[in-house]
């Protein structure tokens, strides 16, 4: 139960980082301060972050294994990425390896994280 209630904060803390990074980028573009270039750029890059401060929570909170951790809360966050992609009927086979990378950005992340406990 106990691992639960870590794993539902930090997906939480996952969505609202991204969510502020977002509506913070989507300012930028209003306010004409980013281009298009740069906002296409950082449409690709606020999810890996996301991901990867997501598995760097779970590293953090993980004993062993950190690896692991950030491949459980990256494929968790995946699910919802692909669930939600789905529902919306924009779902193309190039996004498969975006997702890989996602995935990849939560192992380091929580590699990472692991390693700034001890």
């Avoid at 939480?12 to 980028?25: G, H």
């Avoid at 951790?69 to 699910?79: P, V």
């Amino acid at each position: 139960m106990k691992y639960l209630k870590k794993l539902s904060l930090n997906i939480i803390y996952t969505i609202i980082f991204f969510i502020i990074l977002s509506l913070l980028l989507t300012t930028f573009h209003y306010f004409n301060i980013i281009n298009y270039q740069t906002l296409a750029i950082c449409k690709i890059i606020i999810p890996i972050l996301s991901l990867f401060f997501s598995g760097l929570l779970m590293g953090k909170k993980a004993s062993k294994n950190g690896w692991l951790e950030g491949l459980k809360i990256s494929l968790i966050i995946i699910c919802l990425l692909v669930i939600f992609t789905i529902s919306i009927g924009k779902f193309e086979p190039q996004k498969l390896t975006f997702f890989l990378i996602l995935i990849i950005s939560g192992i380091f992340g929580s590699i990472i994280g692991i390693n700034k406990n001890t």
